[in-house]
Every structure is written in C-alpha cells, then in structure tokens.
C-alpha cells in the first residue's frame, strides 16, 4: 500500500483513524472532569471544595500539556519541516509529562512548600549578623 501510486487515501484514513483516537480520549477524559466537577459542586464546605478543586487542577495540568504537545505532533498540517522538531515534540510529551506529574503534585505538599521557601529565603536575604 505505502508503494503504490495512490496513496492518498490511505493516508487519509490513517489520519482519520489517529485524530478519531486522540478526539476520542480526549473528549472520555473532559466528560469524567465534567462529572468530577458536579460532585465537587455538590461538597458543602468551601475548605473540601478548594482542596479537590486544587488536586482537579493539578491533574489537568498534566493533561493539558500532555495532549498539547501530542496534538502539535499528530494534528500539524503535512509540509516542510524536520525531523529534528518531530523528535523534540515528542520526547517533550514522553519524558516532560511523566517528569512534570511529581512536581506538580509534590508542589501540593505544605512541607516542601516550606522547605522549598525556607531555602529560598536562606540563599536570597541578607545574612542577619
């Protein structure tokens, strides 16, 4: 098929088949969010709801940039460009996204929020003598 001469069509229902994929999933994973967020509506305290909201956008963060970089890659209209960006964009939603998920949920922690400010403080005031 990837030798013949017509090889529009193929191509087209491999992008439809890829963009069907990545639409699919993508719209699965805004629907669970639109029934995460009508149960965090539903929590009576403020206090829970700022605390789910605040994991809720954690984790969409992580989503979004995962999906960003992957829709860049999948999704760019065919033409001139390198090879060299195709495997930048890739291995930035490979090793960013898995890289990004324990630093965005550690930033959630009080006590390396902390710590992190407390070393902060240390390296950038004035040492009192």
């Not at 491999?14 to 719209?27: D, E, H, Q, R």
């Not at 400010?117 to 003598?129: A, G, Y």
């Amino acid at each position: 098929l990837a030798c013949g001469k017509e090889t529009s069509s193929v191509t087209l229902a491999v992008i439809l088949v890829c963009v069907s994929a990545l639409m699919g999933c993508l719209f699965l994973i805004v629907l669970s969010y639109v029934f995460i967020v009508a149960a965090i509506l539903r929590i009576p305290s403020a206090e829970g709801r700022h605390k789910t909201f605040s994991t809720c956008v954690s984790h969409l963060t992580v989503v979004i940039v995962h999906y960003g970089f992957d829709s860049i890659i999948y999704l760019k209209p065919k033409g001139p460009h390198s090879m060299d960006s195709n495997t930048l964009m890739a291995t930035t939603y490979t090793v960013f996204t898995p890289f990004l998920s324990p630093i965005i949920f550690s930033l959630r922690n009080k006590e390396l929020k902390n710590a992190i400010k407390k070393s902060f403080q240390r390296k950038f005031s004035p040492l009192s003598s």
